[in-house]
């Protein structure tokens, strides 16, 4: 089995979606790879954080420098100069976004191996039909059915996964990455598939 670090290397002394969480997420041998959110800034530059708002500023309205200088958030372009070949699996938090920007920041490291995702399909969409140079996929999509989708990857919710799923997806060659509340000692049972993780336990293979 694999594993995604969840906003990367989670631990006492590391914040979760920071460089350096990141950076150890890329050190560490159990990780192929990290998990970040974004979001984007009024000046349309994307910062690193899972929530709207940063305690009470709400990032949409709040230019990056403002965002950078007072919470230390990291930027996208930030994180992707980080040097490694594991996997950037980046979550897009808004409904819309500066596609036309965002596909230039991913394009110009298109030798990173970069994974999309959204809630919202229609992100997902517009960013396909764009050809933006990365792999895409949709989180939960109609409730895990199998039908009618045709994008790189999928990221399923582990609780409503079943084997035969999986099975589906993996015919056609979308890769599948779980997410939710993990149990190691029911949950992690699916080979090829990657587990996003808060932190690393033990590899039961």
Known sequence: MKFIAHRGYRDKKLKENSIEAFKKAIDSDFFSG???DIRE???HKFVINHNAFVKDDLIKFKNSKYLINKYNLP????V?????DKIFLIEIKDSHIDYKRFIKIINKHQNKNIYIMSFHNKVIEALKKYK???KLGVLNYILNSESDYDYDFIC?????????LIKCYKEKNIEVIMYGIIDPDHDLFFKDVYYILDYPI????
């Open 34 to 36: 990290f998990e970040f």
């Open 41 to 43: 800034c009024s000046n």
């Open 75 to 78: 930027t996208l372009e930030e």
């Open 80 to 84: 992707l100069k980080l040097e490694t």
């Open 132 to 134: 933006i140079k990365a």
């Open 156 to 164: 399923l919710l582990n609780s409503l996964t079943t084997k035969d």
């Open 202 to 205: 033990k590899n039961k293979d």
